[in-house]
């Protein structure tokens, strides 16, 4: 099927921010390639969601972006499903907390694959399509990239790593496709991480003094993929964490 209208490949998409950022897009009145890992109930009912709003208008692709083949095969899959991509958003991410001493090569290398190098890879395959469209990319980093967490040192180290390939593609892929990231701050706490003391540090250093909503990261990116004459930025949706960090 080939649309008309714009066409957005979400990674990551199926919960979380890549929910919030798919949601958007698709009211936004995007076609939709929709990333997952692992199927389960929530990209179901987004799917479901989806093809009661507009009949055809999403696919969802599995894909392990840990593994370098799969971010082509992701691309061309879309393309051929949708017949067109003027978006990527690269929101899938791999998230560890580990003191220096237990993080070994296998950690550091897990982060960078799915962080930095799946971004990369994803972005190089999807260039001749986004410059057909004179499309855009968004990148979904962090604001750790800037400010290291002393135990998530491949984390931040990886989206670090994001930051800088954002601004190396928006000049490689310039004048044709825009590229820029977004840098959260707290959204949402790590699935599986506890400690409402770390969570009060955190929103103590917070300008707000509040946690932020996926639906804020959703709109920063549905702005970027609009915003003809901004590239190579990273916006910090921290609310105002950069000020007292």
Not at 108 to 137: E, K, M
Not at 189 to 213: H, Q, Y
Not at 224 to 243: E, M, N, Y
Request: charged share 20%.
């Amino acid at each position: 099927m080939a649309f008309t209208a714009p066409v957005a490949l979400v990674t990551g998409a199926a919960r979380r921010i890549g929910a919030a950022i798919a949601r958007r897009l698709h009211a936004d009145g995007h076609a939709l390639a929709l990333h997952y890992r692992r199927p389960g109930p929530e990209l179901d009912a987004l799917l479901a969601a989806f093809e009661a709003a507009r009949p055809g208008s999403a696919v969802a692709l599995q894909a392990d972006l840990r593994e370098p083949q799969a971010c082509e095969r992701l691309v061309a899959e879309a393309q051929a499903r949708l017949g067109r991509l003027d978006a990527l958003v690269n929101n899938a991410s791999a998230f560890a907390v580990a003191p220096l001493e237990a993080s070994d090569a296998a950690l550091f290398d897990a982060q960078f694959a799915v962080n930095a190098r799946a971004p990369f890879l994803l972005a190089r395959a999807a260039a001749p399509f986004l410059r057909a469209q004179r499309g855009a990319i968004v990148n979904v980093a962090d604001v750790y990239a800037a400010q290291p967490r002393p135990d998530a040192i491949a984390y931040s180290a990886s989206k670090a790593a994001l930051v800088a390939i954002t601004q190396g593609l928006a000049g490689a892929l310039a004048p044709e496709v825009r590229v820029n990231a977004v840098a959260p701050g707290a959204i949402l706490w790590p699935d599986g991480e506890s400690g409402s003391g770390d969570r009060e540090a955190i929103l103590a250093r917070t300008a707000l003094g509040r946690r932020g909503s996926p639906e804020d990261i959703a709109d920063a990116v549905a702005w970027l993929l609009r915003a003809p004459f901004v590239t190579g930025q990273v916006v910090r949706v921290d609310g105002g964490r950069a000020l007292t960090a």
